[in-house]
Structures are given as C-alpha cells and as structure tokens.
C-alpha cells in the first residue's frame, strides 16, 4: 500500500491550506490515518489522527481548534484543513498509517506519504 500526500505550498499567517493524503490499496476499519509533522532540526511529532472506521479523531495541542482531520472512505483519502496557520505550522508534513492504539507514536506507522512541505510567512 501506497499513501500520496499532496497540498503543501507557501501562505502566509493567518491563511488556510488543506492537505489530501490518498492511499493506493483499501484501507480497512481497524486502521489508524495520522498525519506528522517535521520542522527543520526537529522531530517528528504528532499532528492528528482518525480511526477509519468509527471517524474518532485526535489533535495535538498545538492545532486543536485550527486543524481538522477527515476522511472519505470511498475516496481512501484522508484530510488535513489547517485554518490559522501561524509560522510554527512549517514542516514537512506526512500522511501514515497503523493499526496501533499507540497511534501518536510515529514509530508505530507502517506506511508513510512522501511529505509535503508547508510554508507559512509571518
């Protein structure tokens, strides 16, 4: 299986962008999809993640009430709306996919997108 992120691009503060993560094979109830993010010199830390199945979702502190993650089951995609963006919001960011509950770890992903850079002036 396969994942396809798409979307970065450069805003500036303030602005929105929607990232789009799109999985080649079907993606079964049991999966996880998160989406991570990696600044320059940083790790790679959680940004949101939804249980395919029952639509259950989980931000990282740092987005809730900016970001929402969804997912169109029929499309196999999955999608980050990220609104307020702020410069600290520039990373790489990637679309994952485990069957763990420890499902904010990214060691615990078993598939990953290639990233998509966004950029966010101040």
């Known amino acids: 299986v396969q994942l396809q992120a798409s979307g970065g691009g450069l805003v500036q503060a303030g602005g929105s962008l929607r990232l789009s993560c799109t999985s080649s094979?079907?993606?079964?109830?049991?999966?996880?999809m998160g989406w991570f993010r990696q600044a320059p010199g940083k790790e790679r830390e959680f940004v949101a993640a939804i249980r395919w199945g029952v639509g259950d979702t989980y931000y990282a502190d740092s987005v809730k009430g900016r970001f929402t993650i969804s997912r169109d089951k029929g499309e196999n995609t999955v999608y980050l709306q990220m609104n307020s963006l702020k410069s600290e919001d520039t990373a790489v960011y990637y679309c994952g996919k485990t069957s763990s509950s420890s499902f904010k770890m990214w060691g615990e992903y078993v598939s990953w997108g290639q990233g998509t850079q966004v950029t966010v002036s101040s």
């Open positions: 094979g079907r993606v079964f109830s049991s999966s996880v």
